[in-house]
Structure formats: structure tokens, C-alpha cells
């Protein structure tokens, strides 16, 4: 299973490298990639769904216009990471050092942050529904452009954050899954407004 997974990460640096004329783009249903080095092979563009990163070492890993759905990277260290353009609906990345990554342009519907480190994160351009930021730091995290809806952000570090005024806050849950307490609107932002100023 590893040396057929480690052929196709092979296959897939040919594609990438050769723009799609030769080798073959990854794609990958329900594998644990915890036991392969992945350093020396591209994974943006793949399609990793339902596959485990937990607790791997992916800084400054590219995972541009990658498909990510279900996958986990719970404590992973993805600091400097690309998730420009990339579909990481239903992802796991609970207590992930997400610093100063990029989810420019992102698509995270119903994706778990609890307790992640997205200092400094680039979430502009993005999506994010029932999106799970509790417990998240997001201090200094730039949300311009982005949609929010039904996003939970109980506990969140949100000191700093730029951008809250270019971006589109239909409604947030300061509560939690089990019993919701939804904001929606000008009550939404103006809460969001005083976590960001709070010293």
C-alpha cells in the first residue's frame, strides 16, 4: 500500500512538473499518509479525501486548488501552508499550528479549527459555513472578502483581526453545536467588533 501510494505522489510530481502531458494527478480515497514522507513530492492540486495527515510535519506545504474533503490534520504543523483556492469542506484540523497560512479563496464548509493557531492567517476571498473556529486563535488573521455563516466562534482569540469590514457576516454561534446561540447581521459583527477590540 505505501510503495503504490509513494508511485502515485511520484506520478503526480510528473504531472504537475510536465503540466498535465505526462504522469498523473493524485487522486486518493481514505489514506493514511502518517508513515510517508511527503516533503520532496507537490501535493497541490491532488485529491485527498477522507485521508489522515494527523500530527505531520507540512510546513510550508502547497496544497493550492487542492480537494481536501473529510481529510484530517488534527496537530499537524501546517505554518506557512497554501490552501489557496482549495475545497477543505468537512477537514479536521483541530490544534494544528495553522500560522500565517493562506485560505485565500477556500471553500470550508462545516470544516473544524477548534483550537487551532491561525495567527497572521490569510482567510480572504473564503467561504466558511458551520465552519467550527471554537476555541481558535485568529489574532491578527485578515477575513477580508470572506462569507460567514453559522460559524461557531465560542473561545475565539479574535484580538486584531482585519478586515471584518469588507467582509460578509450573515451569522455566527457563540454558543455551541449541541445548543446554538445564533447571531445574525449588524448583532453578528457588532460582537465580533468588540472581541476584536478587546485588550
Known amino acids: 500500500m505505501k510503495d503504490d501510494i509513494i508511485k502515485k505522489l511520484a506520478l ?27 516533503a520532496e513530492y507537490p501535493l ?23 480537494h481536501l474533503y473529510s481529510s484530517t490534520f488534527r496537530s499537524a504543523n501546517l505554518e506557512n501552508a497554501i490552501f489557496i483556492k ?3 469542506s468537512y477537514a479536521d484540523f483541530s490544534n494544528a499550528n495553522l500560522q500565517k497560512t493562506n485560505f485565500v479563496k477556500s471553500s470550508c464548509f462545516e470544516t473544524v479549527f477548534v483550537r ?20 481558535a486563535d485568529l489574532q491578527d488573521a485578515d477575513i477580508r472578502d470572506s462569507s460567514f455563516e453559522e460559524v461557531l466562534f465560542r473561545g475565539a482569540q479574535l484580538k486584531g483581526v482585519t478586515g471584518l469590514e469588507e467582509a460578509t457576516i450573515r451569522s455566527i454561534n457563540i454558543g455551541t453545536v449541541e445548543q446554538p446561540e445564533i447571531l445574525a447581521g449588524k448583532e453578528a459583527r457588532n460582537w465580533l467588533i468588540q472581541q476584536i477590540h478587546t485588550p
Do not use: C, P
Request: overall charge negative; proline content about 0%.
Open 86 to 88: 482549495s475545497e477543505a
Open 116 to 135: 487551532v493557531d491561525l495567527r497572521k492567517a490569510k482567510l480572504v476571498n473564503a467561504l466558511f459555513y458551520q465552519a467550527d473556529f471554537r476555541d
Open 12 to 38: 503526480h510530481k510528473q504531472w504537475i512538473d510536465s503540466i498535465g502531458k505526462t504522469g498523473e494527478r493524485l487522486v486518493v480515497d481514505e489514506v493514511d499518509f502518517r508513515s510517508i514522507d511527503v
Open 44 to 66: 497541490d492540486q491532488s485529491r485527498l479525501i477522507a485521508s489522515s495527515f494527523d500530527g505531520m510535519n507540512l510546513k510550508d506545504k502547497d496544497l493550492y486548488a487542492a
